[in-house]
């Protein structure tokens, strides 16, 4: 008996062995691919134009002129491709042109300073019935500041809402887990007054608000991950800084811009 007990032991220490040899394995792998994903939101998102790329205005960057970059040159375009095929929010697109050229994206969340056109990158929304849901996720901590000042871009080329909140049908990307505050956007009235709203294509909602801004008079609600209403309720309402006269003159001016830009357009056309 002691001796089948001994001979089992080499055989259940390899085999602990064994699998503490997978986990590490693993543990790299899916550093590695973390590791990846990072270094591409970085650059394809803030500094394509720092690192001599050439940015389209849809976003799209060569992707054997990315791979060229110190800082892919250990990583194989193969891997390249598992990334953005298993990445959890569909962070990346890649798409093949007709002359055999692969090019690769960041869906959303560009900076500011990176020259993309939001025409070109996403669908823009033409009806508040396409989303019926729209929310912005934040703290609980950032609540305070937003209340009174709204919502603003944040260095970022817009302000980023989901479709829902998180683990929800649809629900791929534009919100964290760990927001604690929901923000619900009264997409009716923020498109009457002038806000234009995108979507990506990780159904992430976009818009530049007004003049950056999406002032708290264009909320519907705002709710706590506990279930309480933070607004409306206890005559508490959402103040903007801005005066309302000041930011309807704001709204004005951005339909007058767009009808402009319209016009030019039509008439190149022409």
Known sequence: MASSQSASRPNEAAGREGRGRNRRRQRHNDSHDVQLSRSLSMVLRHKAADFGLNVRPDG????????????FTDYSVQQLHSVVENNDKQRFSLWTDDEGTEWIRANQGHSAGVNVSADELYERIESAEDIPVCVHGTSEGAWEAIRRQGLKKMGRQH??????????????????YSCSVFIYLDVAKAMERG????????????TEGLDGTIPPNLFASVSHADGRTLWPGNGQQPQADVPQAADEAAAREMRARREREGGVMAATAK
């Open 60 to 71: 799209f960057v060569r992707v054997d002129d990315l791979m060229r970059l110190s800082r």
């Open 159 to 176: 302000i980023h809402f989901a479709p829902g909140l998180p683990g929800e049908s649809g629900v791929i990307s534009g919100m964290r």
């Open 195 to 206: 806000v234009v709203l995108y979507r990506s294509a990780n159904n992430v909602i976009l």
